[in-house]
Structures are given as structure tokens and as C-alpha cells.
């Protein structure tokens, strides 16, 4: 069982991400039952003396401790409604109460998980929602319990970049020739007051049968697109579309457990890099795969990380309480920034009894943005349908103009490609 004496070192990442929540949902599902997913959750605990889901995240310490019975009030029933997704992250992320690092709500037919992101990125909160509603034969909590090894960072760097060491250059290039320009200070900004007041979470469902039209369409109109390259040109098309300023540079989240050896793929932790690419208006589907392309084969997101651990090993002396920040009010440029994480097919979903009542299977998710002008999406497909869900400040772009785009993008996407 985890103990006060056992400690987990946190990385840079780990620590930016603490004070920030992920909030995740999954249905419908049959047989949810508030005491199973109390059950499963006491098991993942007890599964290892340093069980990575029961961390205690704090931003101001490197060391966080391992908490003990974490299966308490903390998972809680809800007869809350279920049909918009959006909706419902929305009024969890609103509710009412202290957060404990990690919260699971259960609904009749669906499950929620509001976690702290310092536990760890999107792969852990999947791997949550599956195990919780249902683990019957315990394939599924003992993976719970692991973490990255500390020395992650390094080995994925020296398995990438001994084996390509020309990729280094190309890690240099890219990086310049995506850079942002310097703010001159000459474009239009926004004043924006209590912006963390106004978080908000909208989703979007593509039907299977509009994404089969959509593969079969790009198969033939864009050889050389994927998956995640479509969905980043959609999203920035529907949203330009209804007049919305978009950013050039679009953050595009990859997994770094790619560069890992396959053992440790599995682990658990913040092992995701947000990289920005220059994106502007008009960038094909192909041209942002072979952007994306790029980017993985130079090891740009493993070198983030490596530069971010040593940037934090130059500044192990620092102190615990820095200047009081008032960010009541903060000012912002006037276009958008996106941020875009794909997480593909999931199919850790694929044991699940789905409720048969004509509502397709979705898991949604809230990532927050970094601040009033960002927007994050995910995107999950589940039995060949698309879930998009956006997160975003309703002080900076209207709720109306964001469920307007979802719906443009998911109700025609071929015809908002062939047009933008």
C-alpha cells in the first residue's frame, strides 16, 4: 500500500500542470456501480508501493508524496443529466466543493473522472475511465500504478537521437522555420477580467457514416493526410468560417512515449509536448501530416522535454513563494489560439457493454486552455463515430459561435474541406 515515506520526484512538467484539471467522460455505458468503481480504484492503490494514480500533485515542491485510501468520498454518484458531453464537463468543472487530485463521478449510464493534470496526461485519464467502468477480470489496474521512470527523458533522447543523429539538425531547422514572429505590439488585443470564471467545454459528434465519407473522400482528394492532420484543418476551417480570428501557429500536441522503449510505453505520467507549427489560413490536410511528420522524425517533442528537465536542474535553488500575480484582469491578443490533441481509434473501450438506444458510444474530454484566448480540442473516435470537444473562455469567443463551428465540421465536414 502507497506510504508517506515513499516520495515521487516531479518533473518541470509535472509541476506546471499540477494546479490544472483534466476532466474526462465516458458513456453510455450498462452496470455502473459507485462500489466497483470504489473497488477498482482501491485495487490500482494497492497495486504497487508507488501507485502513480495516488500522487499528491503540488506545484511547490519537487517531491510528492503517495496518499493513502484514495477510494473515499471522493467517488461519488450523479443523477446529473448526460446528453450534451459538453454540458456536462462544463457543470462538473463549475461544481460546487474541494477537489481532491482525484474525483470520479458516476452517472446511470456514464463516468466521469476530474483529475489533476500533474498525475499525468490524456493516456492515463483513458486508461481511468476504462478500468472504472469495468475491470472484471484485473487486466486493466495493475497498468494504473505505473509511473515513468525517472529517467525517461534521457533514454527516449539517446534511443532517438544515437540512432538519427541527423535529426538534430532538423530538430534546429524546424523549430526556426516554425517560430512566431515577435509581437510588435501593433495588433488589436482584448482586455479580459475573471477569465477563469468563464471556462467552458462544448462537444461535436461525426457520425460513422460522415467518417467513413470523409476517409473515403480524403483517400481519394488527399493521399497523404491522417486522421489528426484532417481534424486540425476541419477545426481552423469551421471556426474561420464563422468569422472567427484564428492564430497561424496551432499547438499540436504529440505523445512523446513514442521515442521509449515499448516496455515502458504504457507508463504513466506528463509525457505529452505541445509543439507549435505554423499553420495559417489555407494549409492543406497533407501539408500539416508532412508538418507533423517532420516534427516526430527530427525528435522535436523528446527535446523539449530534455530541455525542460535541464532547465530545471539549472534552477534547483530557487524560492518556494514567488511574487503575487493578479491575473483578475489580463490582457490578450485578439485571435484565437488553438490547441489540437487527436487521440486516434481508442480502443481500451472496446470491453464495455454500451448501452443499445440509438446514442453512439463518445468519450469526451476537457483539456484547459492556458489562458482567455486559448481553445484546446480533443478528439476520440469510438466505434467509427468522432467526438470533438472544445475548451475555451466564453468572454473571448461566444458559446453560439463555437457550437455553430462543431456543428458545421461534424454535420459536412467534406464540403467545409472542399471549400476552405
Not at 96 to 121: M, N
Not at 177 to 182: A, I, S, Y
Not at 212 to 235: F, R
Not at 351 to 375: I, T
Amino acid at each position: 500500500m502507497p506510504s508517506a515515506e515513499h516520495r515521487y520526484r516531479a518533473t518541470a512538467l509535472d509541476r506546471v500542470f499540477a494546479d490544472t484539471r483534466i476532466i474526462t467522460a465516458v458513456g453510455p455505458v450498462r452496470g455502473l456501480d459507485v462500489g466497483r468503481t470504489r473497488r477498482t480504484l482501491t485495487a490500482a492503490e494497492q497495486a504497487d508501493a508507488e501507485a502513480h494514480l495516488a500522487l499528491e500533485p503540488r506545484s511547490d515542491t519537487r517531491h510528492w508524496r503517495y496518499r493513502t485510501d484514495i477510494a473515499g468520498d471522493n467517488v461519488t454518484a450523479s443523477s446529473g443529466p448526460t446528453d450534451d458531453l459538453g454540458r456536462m464537463l462544463t457543470e462538473i468543472r463549475s461544481r460546487d466543493g474541494k477537489r481532491s487530485p482525484l474525483d470520479v463521478i458516476v452517472f446511470d449510464d456514464h463516468l466521469a473522472i476530474d483529475y489533476s493534470h500533474g498525475i499525468g496526461d490524456g493516456q492515463i485519464g483513458v486508461m481511468m475511465l476504462a478500468a472504472f467502468c469495468d475491470d472484471a477480470d484485473g487486466t486493466l489496474v495493475p497498468g494504473l500504478a505505473s509511473g515513468l521512470p525517472a529517467s525517461s527523458t534521457w533514454k527516449a533522447l539517446w534511443r532517438h537521437y544515437s540512432r538519427n543523429p541527423k535529426t538534430i539538425l532538423d530538430f534546429r531547422r524546424l523549430r526556426g522555420r516554425h517560430r512566431p514572429e515577435v509581437d510588435d505590439g501593433s495588433a488589436p488585443r482584448r482586455r479580459i477580467e475573471n477569465w477563469e470564471t468563464a471556462k467552458v467545454s462544448r462537444a461535436g459528434y461525426m457520425s460513422r457514416a460522415r467518417v467513413d465519407e470523409l476517409k473515403h473522400w480524403t483517400a481519394e482528394n488527399m493521399p497523404g493526410a491522417t486522421a489528426a492532420s484532417i481534424s486540425i484543418a476541419l477545426w481552423s476551417a469551421a471556426l474561420r468560417a464563422e468569422g472567427v480570428d484564428v492564430a497561424e501557429h496551432v499547438m499540436v500536441l504529440f505523445n512523446s512515449r513514442r521515442y521509449l522503449d515499448p516496455a515502458q510505453q504504457n507508463s504513466h505520467g506528463n509525457f505529452a509536448v505541445g509543439i507549435p507549427l505554423h499553420l495559417p489560413s489555407g494549409t492543406t490536410p497533407v501539408a500539416i501530416a508532412t508538418a507533423m511528420r517532420e516534427v516526430i522524425e527530427s525528435g522535436w517533442p523528446i527535446a523539449v522535454l530534455g530541455m525542460s528537465q535541464l532547465r530545471d536542474i539549472a534552477t534547483q535553488v530557487r524560492s518556494s513563494a514567488g511574487p503575487q500575480v493578479d491575473d483578475s484582469v489580463v490582457d490578450v491578443p485578439g485571435t484565437l489560439r488553438l490547441a489540437v490533441s487527436d487521440l486516434g481509434r481508442v480502443r481500451v473501450f472496446d470491453h464495455l457493454d454500451w448501452v443499445d438506444d440509438g446514442r453512439p458510444p463518445q468519450m469526451a474530454a476537457s483539456l484547459e486552455p492556458d489562458g482567455p484566448d486559448g481553445c484546446t480540442m480533443l478528439i476520440a473516435e469510438i466505434a467509427g463515430g468522432r467526438t470533438y470537444t472544445a475548451s475555451f473562455c466564453s468572454k473571448m469567443i461566444d458559446v453560439a459561435v463555437v457550437d455553430s463551428a462543431l456543428q458545421r465540421m461534424c454535420g459536412d465536414p467534406v464540403a467545409l474541406l472542399h471549400h476552405a
